[in-house]
């Protein structure tokens, strides 16, 4: 973290800039050192305009025809406007960037993509839109995505924030058992041998740890309360990553009625399968398709061997993320409602992995390619030429067509190398993560940074000194805050350029040897010190205001 986007920027990149704070408009600038500076020891008669003197060399003259050429940390805004290279933002409202960011997870195919954009939502932010762009940067930079979190990684944590912390109105009640600030989801329609009812999912925050949980709520009363829901504590013993792990259950009448509600993890931005895919008619590719039926075999497997099943798995209680990570929600509905009381593990089981086909022919089956007429019949599901025949026996496979037993084993030999592909799509997203992670593991240097120099800049008084922070070294931090903060274009806008203020933060805290020339407010004065010099004196400066006050301290 310490290095700088512009390491060769010294030896390099020479820019003529068109801020003052660049571009002095004085010929004649004497160059001081640390030890010209003056002393904190002149006492309370020293004010701010001698200090402002004593930088100044007196009846400088101003030449236009000379320029101090300084190398700033990237190119400044205004001179990118002036060639015409201003960045501009594309069809999503995304910038484009000089590295182009992958997928987060690529195994989906080409629908991927098409999934994981649809939902803009958490396209654009102003951290994003300030970002250095790609048009600011020399070919010697090296690129933004190399200092910074990946891009489309970032655009997926800020909608997962943004969705936590949103709450929608309704008519909900604020708060139930130990979950506050509830939040209309999504309504679920269910079907079993019984008829048809309906879910409703709700977000809600924790009073006990602050996380937001998914509850399901149904207007169903139970006999034996208390009994039922200890049916619940088996599925928490459940942990796969397909699987939104079950927490608790529990009834309550704060809506007006006997309500039963199951609590789930909350995966922010993920909707279900049936209306991200199969009700807006998305056309997905076989690869999708693979990565579908191989992650809910994996979450299937963790199930089943707990000596659990699902029951009521199908497209609506599957969730899909943007990135395209499956979850199954409604875990231990069935068994809470005891819907099939008597029934047989084994044949539940085998509706669980039947109930994979049935989501496959409802995702093809929205292709009339897939579909096949025959005369005096209803139309049957059948995968198109554009599948391989791999799948094609996997979709036969699934729906009892080749052989009534089903068997996870079975899933994977027919997936062959696919198998591999999806464990790559994971490691890659792992390697994302463990890089991003290592990038932002001191990211709080430049904040630790800011603190002290803030701590000095601008304070009354220190130790009874009204002066202290405008002399000494005191004083150069105040120009170097100047210059990274407060740069202004020839006419007179405020330059907000973050890649400068991080450049430069860079530099200072790896105490870089190039040099950087600091102007007064009035600009009849000029330093030009090295970052390391600079750092010396924040150390020095923050080191003198914290170490403990001679004689007695104030009460």
């Given at each position: 973290r310490a290095q700088t986007c512009e390491s060769k920027a010294t030896s390099q990149a020479k820019l003529k800039a068109s801020s003052p704070a660049f571009r002095p408009s004085t010929s004649k600038l004497k160059q001081l050192s640390i030890s010209d500076m003056p002393s904190s020891k002149s006492g309370a008669s020293s004010s701010s305009k001698n200090i402002s003197n004593s930088y100044s060399n007196s009846n400088i003259k101003r030449n236009k025809s000379k320029q101090l050429k300084i190398a700033p940390a990237f190119t400044p805004r205004q001179l990118l406007q002036k060639k015409g290279a201003d960045p501009k933002p594309d069809e999503d409202g995304a910038w484009q960037t000089q590295d182009?960011?992958?997928?987060p997870h690529a195994s989906a195919g080409t629908a991927a993509g098409d999934i994981a954009s649809a939902d803009k939502r958490y396209a654009e932010d102003d951290y994003f839109l300030k970002l250095p762009q790609a048009s600011s940067q020399m070919p010697y930079m090296k690129p933004v995505g190399y200092f910074a979190i990946d891009e489309a990684l970032r655009r997926v944590l800020t909608g997962e924030m943004r969705a936590e912390s949103t709450?929608?109105?309704?008519?909900l009640p604020f708060q139930i058992h130990n979950y506050c600030s509830l939040s209309p989801i999504e309504n679920i329609d269910l079907y079993d041998a019984s008829g048809s009812f309906s879910v409703q999912s709700i977000k809600a925050q924790s009073i006990v740890d602050g996380r937001h949980y998914r509850l399901h709520r149904i207007n169903q009363p139970l006999s034996a309360p208390q009994v039922v829901l200890n049916a619940i504590d088996r599925w928490k013993a459940v942990q796969s990553p397909g699987v939104a792990q079950?927490?608790?259950?529990?009834?309550?009448?704060?809506?007006?009625?006997?309500?039963?509600?199951?609590?789930?993890d909350y995966k922010p931005l993920a909707t279900s399968l049936k209306a991200k895919i199969i009700d807006s008619g998305v056309v997905v590719s076989e690869a999708f398709l693979w990565s579908l039926v191989l992650q809910l075999a994996s979450a299937l497997r963790a199930v089943h061997s707990a000596g659990l099943a699902v029951q009521l798995l199908s497209a609506s209680t599957i969730s899909i993320s943007p990135?395209?990570?499956?979850?199954?929600?409604?875990?231990?509905?069935?068994?809470?409602?005891?819907l099939s009381g008597g029934f047989n593990m084994n044949s539940a089981q085998q509706g669980d992995l039947h109930a994979i086909g049935r989501i496959l022919g409802a995702i093809i089956g929205t292709s009339h390619e897939n579909l096949i007429s025959l005369q005096g019949q209803a139309q049957v599901v059948v995968p198109g030429a554009g599948f391989s025949v791999e799948f094609k026996e996997l979709f036969s496979y699934l729906n009892r067509r080749l052989t009534p037993v089903i068997a996870i084993d079975d899933i994977l030999r027919l997936a062959g190398s696919r198998v591999f592909a999806e464990l790559d799509a994971v490691r890659r997203d792992a390697d994302l993560l463990h890089d991003t992670l290592r990038l932002e593991m001191a990211n709080g240097r430049l904040v630790r940074l800011l603190c002290k120099m803030n701590f000095v800049t601008e304070r009354a008084e220190n130790n009874m000194d009204p002066e202290w922070s405008e002399t000494g070294d005191r004083y150069l931090i105040k120009l170097f805050r100047d210059y990274v903060f407060h740069l202004v274009n020839e006419s007179g806008k405020p330059v907000a350029d973050m890649a400068h203020v991080v450049g430069n933060l860079n530099k200072l805290d790896a105490g870089s040897d190039e040099k950087v020339m600091l102007m007064?407010?009035?600009?009849?004065?000029?330093?030009?010190?090295?970052?390391?010099?600079?750092?010396?004196?924040?150390?020095?400066?923050?080191?003198?205001?914290?170490?403990?006050?001679?004689?007695?301290?104030?009460?």
């Open positions: 182009s960011p992958s997928k709450v929608v109105e309704s008519d079950v927490h608790e259950a529990f009834t309550t009448r704060a809506f007006g009625d006997n309500s039963l509600v199951i609590v789930h990135t395209n990570r499956v979850y199954i929600n409604l875990c231990g509905l069935a068994d809470v409602l005891a007064s407010r009035d600009e009849k004065s000029c330093l030009v010190v090295s970052y390391r010099e600079i750092k010396r004196c924040v150390e020095d400066a923050y080191k003198e205001l914290v170490a403990p006050t001679k004689g007695k301290a104030w009460q």
